[in-house]
């Protein structure tokens, strides 16, 4: 069960971005007084900061500065959707670490589906102090799944009711990129969490789970039950679970 607030928190509407395209978000600061460290959560392909906003309450809760944001193309952030996600977790990196509250050193990067790839690849610009994937999809291992693969993912998100600004040509391509074993073997320094459900349809576990046999350690698996794509950020046990691992991996 989640913990009941335990730090009052501050709440700010944000604005951030390197280039043209400004991205929107919140970050929630909690009022301890000392330094504390921080969590950049970041949401799934046609989502929004929304969807995280609830993990971010809880771990704000507990002492750790949490941004959540609006990738390009989605909800109130400009622009239009490419695929190519990784400056805007480094953009959401540099504006958390500008915070004279956080701890520079102790930021985690923490994702849902395409924002947890979207984590692994930015680990390659910016050294986390921990990364947690949730429902991290697999790495395609040729081109030709590339666009299949990505109408699954544009019809799923129709259906759950997300909306998107997208180009959809460039995102195919930009998926044939995406080398994130690569990015994982080169991250030797960080604590990391993978979290993936059996019942997972969208990103089976069976697959999605080589990544973490492909990472170095330290390294954990977070393997539920049943489930399904978005259990770990509905499921308040499942929830818990990874979020207490993460406040932990952070305060230590």
Request: aromatic share 10%; glycine share 8%; with cysteine.
């Amino acid at each position: 069960m989640d913990k009941e607030t335990l730090t009052e928190i501050s709440e700010l509407p944000v604005t951030f971005g390197s280039g043209e395209i400004k991205l929107t978000g919140r970050i929630l600061l909690p009022n301890t007084g000392r330094p504390m460290p921080g969590a950049i959560l970041c949401h799934g392909l046609g989502g929004s900061y929304q969807v995280m906003e609830s993990s971010a309450r809880i771990m704000a809760s507990q002492g750790v500065a949490s941004l959540i944001f609006d990738f390009h193309g989605h909800g109130c952030s400009g622009g239009v959707f490419d695929g190519n996600m990784v400056g805007d977790v480094v953009d959401a990196w540099h504006f958390l670490s500008s915070f004279s509250e956080v701890d520079e050193k102790r930021i985690a990067l923490i994702g849902h589906s395409m924002g947890a790839a979207a984590a692994i690849l930015a680990s390659r610009q910016i050294i986390p102090y921990t990364l947690i994937t949730l429902s991290c999809p697999p790495e395609l291992p040729a081109s030709w799944l590339a666009k299949p693969v990505a109408v699954v993912w544009l019809i799923w998100t129709y259906f759950a009711g997300h909306h998107i600004h997208a180009d959809w040509q460039e995102v195919f391509a930009a998926l044939t990129k995406s080398k994130l074993s690569i990015a994982l073997r080169k991250l030797k320094s960080c604590s990391k969490l993978f979290v993936h459900c059996r019942g997972d349809y969208l990103t089976p576990y069976r697959l999605a789970t080589k990544l973490y046999e492909k990472a170095n350690h330290p390294k954990d698996l977070l393997l539920a039950k049943g489930g399904f794509h978005s259990t770990p950020l509905l499921s308040r046990g499942l929830r818990s679970q990874w979020i207490q691992w993460a406040v932990a991996t952070l305060m230590n």
